[in-house]
C-alpha cells in the first residue's frame, strides 16, 4: 500500500520536474488558456448531462427524452475528454503538491465515481427508446450524476483556495 | 473487479500520502495590512502565480505576487526580480498566523511601486 502511494508520488513528482510541467508554470499565457478549456469542459460536461439528468428526473417533459439524450450525452463526453486533457496539464504544474492534497484526492474519487455512474447507466438504459419514461433506478442514478459532477466542480474550484 | 472500481481503489490508494496544502489559500487577514521590506531570497516567477521569498528582520516570508501575465504588462519582469535585491510590499497576510504568508498589493522596487491587483 505504502510502496504503491511512494510509486504514484513519485511519478507526480517527475511530472513536475518534466519540460510539460515546466511549459505550464513557464510558458507565457498558456497555464489560463488551458484553464479556459477546463472550464469549457465543465460547461459541455455538467451543461449538457446535467439538462439530460434533469429530463430524467421528470423536468421539462415536453422535450423527448430519446433525442434529448442522443444529442447531449455526446457533447457531454467531449466535455469529459477536453476536462482529461487539460485537467492532466494543468495537474503537471504542480503535481507533488496537488497529488499530496485530501481535496484533489476527493476530487479523484467523485470523478470515478461520476464517470462509473455514467458507464453503468449508458450501459443499462443507453439512450431510452422513443416515447419511454425513464424507470426508478434511471433517476435515483440521474440524481447521482448530478451530485457527484457540481461536487466534483466545487471541489476542483477550491483546489485554487485551500 | 470493474474498472471503475478500481479507479475509485486507486484514489483511496492516494490517502496515505502525508497532506500538504496547495499554494493557494482563502483566508487573508482583509481587516490588516502587512508591510515588509527585505531582500528577495528566491524568485518563482511563474504561473498561476509568481512568488518570491522575502526576509524581512530574519524571518523569511513567502510572498505571492500575480500571475505573470499580469507582472509582465505592469512591468515587473521576470529580470526586474533579482534575489539579493531589496524590495517592499503591501499585502494581506494569510489568517493562518503559523503561516508567513502574504499576497501582495503591491511591490516597491528601486522606488517604483507596481499594483498587483
Known amino acids: 500500500m505504502d510502496g504503491l502511494a511512494h510509486a504514484v508520488l513519485t511519478l507526480a513528482q517527475q511530472l513536475e520536474a518534466s519540460p510539460v510541467g515546466a511549459a505550464m508554470r513557464g510558458t507565457r499565457g498558456l497555464y489560463p488558456a488551458v484553464n479556459t478549456v477546463h472550464l469549457l469542459g465543465v460547461v459541455l460536461l455538467v451543461g449538457g448531462i446535467g439538462v439530460v439528468d434533469a429530463r430524467v428526473l421528470g423536468l421539462g417533459r415536453a422535450v423527448p427524452l430519446a433525442a434529448l439524450s442522443r444529442y447531449l450525452t455526446p457533447a457531454a463526453i467531449a466535455g469529459l475528454g477536453l476536462l482529461a486533457v487539460s485537467g492532466a496539464l494543468l495537474f503537471c504544474a504542480d503535481a507533488g503538491p496537488f497529488i499530496r492534497s485530501p481535496l484533489f484526492q476527493a476530487k479523484l474519487a467523485l470523478i470515478a465515481l461520476g464517470a462509473a455512474n455514467a458507464f453503468l447507466f449508458r450501459r443499462r438504459f443507453g439512450d431510452f427508446d422513443d416515447g419511454a419514461e425513464p424507470p426508478a433506478l434511471a433517476r435515483a442514478m440521474a440524481a447521482a450524476s448530478l451530485g457527484l459532477w457540481t461536487s466534483a466542480t466545487v471541489v476542483g474550484r477550491w483546489l485554487a483556495y485551500l | ?117
Open chain 2, 1 to 117: 473487479m470493474t474498472s471503475w472500481f478500481k479507479l475509485a481503489f486507486a484514489a483511496a490508494l492516494l490517502a496515505p500520502l502525508p497532506a500538504v496544502a496547495h499554494h493557494g489559500w482563502s483566508g487573508q487577514d482583509n481587516a490588516h495590512v502587512t508591510t515588509l521590506e527585505g531582500q528577495i531570497q528566491a524568485v518563482r516567477y511563474r504561473d498561476p502565480h509568481a512568488e518570491i521569498d522575502l526576509m524581512d528582520h530574519g524571518q523569511k516570508w513567502t510572498i505571492t505576487l500575480a500571475p505573470t501575465e499580469r507582472l509582465g504588462s505592469r512591468g515587473v519582469s521576470e529580470a526586474a526580480l533579482k534575489v539579493g535585491d531589496t524590495v517592499k510590499i503591501n499585502g494581506h497576510r494569510n489568517l493562518d498566523k503559523t503561516r508567513y504568508e502574504v499576497k501582495a498589493n503591491d511591490i516597491t522596487i528601486g522606488g517604483k511601486t507596481t499594483n498587483l491587483r
